[in-house]
């Protein structure tokens, strides 16, 4: 296996988590091989990329006998850096903040939520979920102390720059925000957003 | 203003919500004029890429005065369909249902929720926030009389593609599906994603 070269592009990347997804559910079915044309008819990508996505990073199949899926899953989390367990802090207590804790997919696909913060006097000390609410004014020592570099945000647009700021200068290298809002990042951070209203928006043009 | 040609391609198409969140934040500053400079800064987009993405749609700044933020704000709407409210189902009334149900943006920015559905029988009849919670049932009806094109999909992975294969069946032409799945859609459908750990993992690759 050769380490992954810096040069992948970032699209590459950011299909892998599908494939390891799509291989999840090919090995609750207790199935143990697949094929690039396989994961491809799932995910509506052409067998070609894929096999092209993949040799980026190696040589994961082979000639006529396809993948297995249990290596290919094990090289991916690999890949991802997803082998042991990243602590991730949510940032937000709200309707969204508790679909999040409730949210059993982190814990099986290589994320735990370690902390929750809000600044509500009436939530702090009380809990969302299985998680106790910290006072927000903790976040910076609660983050640096547990050396945690993920945190999502989910409080209010008119917010999410100033905790995005106090996040990262606690340490937190990568940021998925739900808040509205384009946030000022320095380069080393990374930044994912999920804004429903920007997918639903762009989906609009073609509808009509 | 001439029509949108139909071969711009769909990545244009996804930043031009985010003009519009800009703009429209902008507007709230009481902001009148802009600049492709100014609204790149707030995006992390080049000021060439803005002008670029809106030539394809039309001449909208005038050398020199920049952008008339109310214009463009009213011709980005225009272009994205948004000039009248969408009516969008809800499917799923469980915490992450919850959640969007309680999302004050839905209407400013061109959608309103018109119903919501779920198939367990302790939650049909009850409400989600101001919402009557109906039979999964009742959705290939309902969605066709009431002429339904969008959805949003709020259900576990297993019952995502039989939800996604009924609002179809139904009339429904855009999904935003927040299930963990990729879902077997016709290519006349458009489809969007809200995967949270798809985005944590591909953050991860770059940490570590």
Redesign the interface.
């Known amino acids: 296996m050769t380490p ?1 070269p810096k040069a992948v592009p ?1 699209i590459v ?2 299909r ?3 494939y ?3 291989l999840t ?1 090919l090995a609750e079915e207790d199935r143990e091989t697949t094929s690039s044309q396989e994961l491809g008819d ?3 990508i052409s067998s070609a990329q894929i096999r092209k996505d993949l040799s980026h990073f190696g040589e994961f199949g082979k000639q006529g006998t396809g993948y297995s899926i249990q290596f290919l899953r094990q090289q991916l989390r690999r ?4 082998e042991e367990e ?1 602590e ?1 802090a949510l940032v937000g207590a ?3 903040g ?3 804790a ?2 059993d ?2 814990v099986h ?3 735990r939520i370690a902390v929750v913060f809000d600044r509500d006097p009436q939530k702090i000390g009380k809990t969302l979920g299985e998680f106790e609410i910290f006072d927000a004014e903790a976040m910076p020592t609660i983050v640096r102390d547990k050396g945690i ?2 945190a ?1 945000i989910a409080v209010p ?1 008119a917010e999410a720059q100033h905790v995005a700021d106090t996040l990262i200068e606690s340490g937190v ?2 940021i ?1 925000s739900y808040a ?3 946030l ?2 320095p380069s080393f951070v ?1 930044i ?1 957003y ?15």
């Open positions: 992954a970032d990347i950011g892998l988590p599908l390891l997804r799509a559910y799932r995910l509506g890949i991802l850096h997803l990243w991730v709200g309707d969204l508790q679909a999040l409730g949210y997919s982190f696909r290589g994320f570099e993920i999502i647009a290298r990568a998925l509205p809002i384009t000022s990042i990374k994912g999920m804004d429903p209203l920007v997918h639903l928006q762009r989906m609009a043009f073609y509808l009509a």
